[in-house]
């Protein structure tokens, strides 16, 4: 599975929706996120409408408007947003339990590659249904802070990368439990 422009400005979107939340900014504007996050504003918009379609997002129009999450972020599985923005999340069509399609494998039952595509199916929806928006926004929140730095939402001003803390190569779970190790 590889995660489209889309799919990842979605997530980077509602992440950024759930940091608002978690600095106490009620609403945030499409301007606002797509600054934030470096995301074309129009194509956010688009994505923003899909989210909101979705159930993940909620908005409101008018000059105090703009978005905000539907529900807690730590009820927004990344699983629920991938498969709603990106479709199924097998690799293949015959290793897929939401759009299952007969492959051209004369033995399907019995075939290596589709055995070998359910599990990296499998791993990815373990992984991707067990975290939830509300522990990555803890994460990104965390390491913010320990940077020194806040959302360019809250300061006004750019959020320009000064300094990182941790490796780069650390997961989610890494920076969750820091006794974590692979």
Do not use: W
Not at 78 to 104: D, K
Not at 153 to 165: A, D, Q, R, S
């Amino acid at each position: 599975m590889k995660l489209s422009r889309k799919g990842e400005y979605a997530l980077r979107a509602l992440i950024c929706l759930g940091l608002g939340e978690a600095y106490g900014t009620e609403r945030l504007q499409v301007a606002e996120i797509a600054a934030s996050d470096n995301i074309p504003e129009k194509f956010l918009e688009q994505i923003m409408n899909d989210l909101r379609d979705g159930g993940f997002v909620k908005g409101l129009r008018g000059r105090k408007g703009g978005y905000r999450l539907a529900r807690p972020a730590t009820e927004i599985s990344l699983g629920q947003v991938i498969r709603h923005v990106e479709g199924p999340l097998a690799p293949v069509a015959c290793a897929s339990h939401t759009a299952y399609e007969r492959c051209s494998c004369p033995d399907e039952a019995n075939c290596g590659l589709r055995m070998l595509m359910l599990d990296v199916r499998n791993a990815i929806s373990d992984i991707l249904d067990r975290h939830t928006l509300g522990s990555v926004v803890l994460v990104a929140r965390r390491k913010l802070e320990a940077s020194g730095r806040r959302p360019s939402f809250v300061t006004g001003t750019p959020n320009l990368p000064e300094k990182t803390t941790g490796r780069q190569t650390d997961g989610l779970l890494a920076n969750l439990l820091p006794d974590y190790f692979i």
